[in-house]
């Protein structure tokens, strides 16, 4: 371009960074080398410090048996604390059970809406203007009151 109106940028140009192996500034580094940083505040360069993440537990997730099924729970994360003892239950069990507590139309379907919710919810069809509409909000879990094994499944997976 002429100098009128364009770009005035000048183009990038890169470096040949397999020659280069000391930088021109001693206050840049690398990306990849060494653990120096260049602070404004503490005004020079200082070592950075490593990350060491935490050890993991090595003990193995406790498994309970299912109250409603007498199946163990494998997958205890999965699981949802029943109504009235807050013991860990299979998530599909209490859909089932709450399914069978509800008389449910055609279009209906019972599903788990978060917050330890589940909820009856009528699905309209692929292209109506509201798909679907929830008749009926079930609370299962309460959210004052935790449960002791939901505090072993969270201590096991947050180490920090």
């Not at 100098?3 to 021109?24: I, L, M």
């Not at 206050?27 to 020079?44: A, E, I, M």
């Not at 009528?122 to 009926?136: E, Q, R």
């Given at each position: 371009?002429?100098?009128?109106?364009?770009?005035?940028?000048?183009?990038?140009?890169?470096?040949?960074?397999?020659?280069?192996?000391?930088?021109?500034?001693?206050?840049?580094?690398k990306k990849g080398g060494g653990n120096?940083?260049?602070?404004?505040?503490?005004?020079?360069?200082?070592?950075?410090?490593?990350?060491?993440?935490?050890?993991?537990?090595?003990?193995?997730?406790?498994?309970?048996?299912?109250?409603?099924?007498?199946?163990?729970?494998?997958?205890?994360?999965?699981?949802?604390?029943?109504?009235?003892?807050?013991?860990?239950?299979?998530?599909?069990?209490?859909?089932?059970?709450?399914a069978k507590g509800e008389t449910l139309?055609?279009?209906?379907?019972?599903?788990?809406?978060?917050?330890?919710?589940?909820?009856?919810?009528?699905?309209?069809?692929?292209?109506?203007?509201?798909?679907?509409?929830?008749?009926?909000?079930?609370?299962?879990?309460?959210?004052?009151?935790?449960?002791?094994?939901?505090?072993?499944?969270?201590?096991?997976?947050?180490?920090?």
């Amino acid at each position: 371009m002429s100098g009128r109106g364009g770009n005035s940028r000048r183009g990038y140009r890169r470096r040949d960074r397999e020659t280069d192996t000391e930088p021109e500034n001693p206050r840049q580094t690398k990306k990849g080398g060494g653990n120096l940083r260049y602070d404004k505040g503490r005004g020079g360069i200082y070592e950075r410090l490593q990350w060491i993440p935490p050890a993991a537990s090595a003990e193995p997730l406790p498994t309970p048996d299912c109250p409603y099924c007498g199946k163990a729970i494998k997958d205890i994360a999965s699981a949802i604390g029943d109504k009235n003892t807050n013991e860990p239950v299979h998530f599909d069990c209490i859909i089932a059970r709450v399914a069978k507590g509800e008389t449910l139309e055609k279009g209906d379907v019972v599903i788990y809406i978060g917050g330890g919710r589940f909820g009856v919810v009528h699905f309209n069809g692929l292209h109506s203007s509201p798909p679907f509409k929830i008749k009926k909000i079930l609370e299962w879990e309460d959210k004052e009151n935790r449960a002791e094994w939901r505090k072993t499944i969270c201590d096991h997976y947050s180490l920090t």
